[in-house]
């Protein structure tokens, strides 16, 4: 499975920003999927999953409220919409897919190679 990430990109604070996972997989409706991100010296975290139907959704809480995460499973992709971005959502945002939804990195199996959004102040 090969998951590639894009939309990221330089925004103010405050602003929006849309991140896309496409999936190079016919399976992808039977994976649960999530979003990670990971800042200059801090360790990857996690922000954001949704599961295989796209019923269920979890956010970690410095997000909560801000970011909607979502999925296309005739597409293939999922989504992150980010508003009222902060200077502290600047990160490499990675997106992932596993059989479990959890905040958990080890237990998603594949994984982007990642988006840059910096927001500043």
């Known amino acids: 499975v090969q998951l590639v990430e894009s939309g990221g990109g330089l925004v103010q604070a405050g602003g929006v920003l849309r991140l896309s996972c496409a999936a190079s997989?016919?399976?992808?409706?039977?994976?649960?999927m999530g979003w990670f991100r990971q800042a200059p010296g801090k360790e990857r975290e996690f922000v954001a999953a949704v599961s295989w139907s796209g019923t269920n959704t979890y956010y970690a809480d410095s997000v909560n409220g801000r970011f909607t995460i979502s999925r296309d499973n005739v597409k293939n992709t999922m989504y992150l919409q980010m508003n009222s971005l902060k200077p502290e959502d600047t990160a490499v945002y990675y997106c992932?897919?596993?059989?479990?939804?959890?905040?958990?990195?080890?237990?998603?199996?594949?994984w982007g190679q990642g988006t840059q959004v910096t927001v500043s102040s």
């Open positions: 997989t016919r399976t992808f409706s039977t994976y649960t």
């Open positions: 992932a897919a596993g059989w479990r939804a959890t905040m958990a990195l080890s237990q998603y199996v594949y």
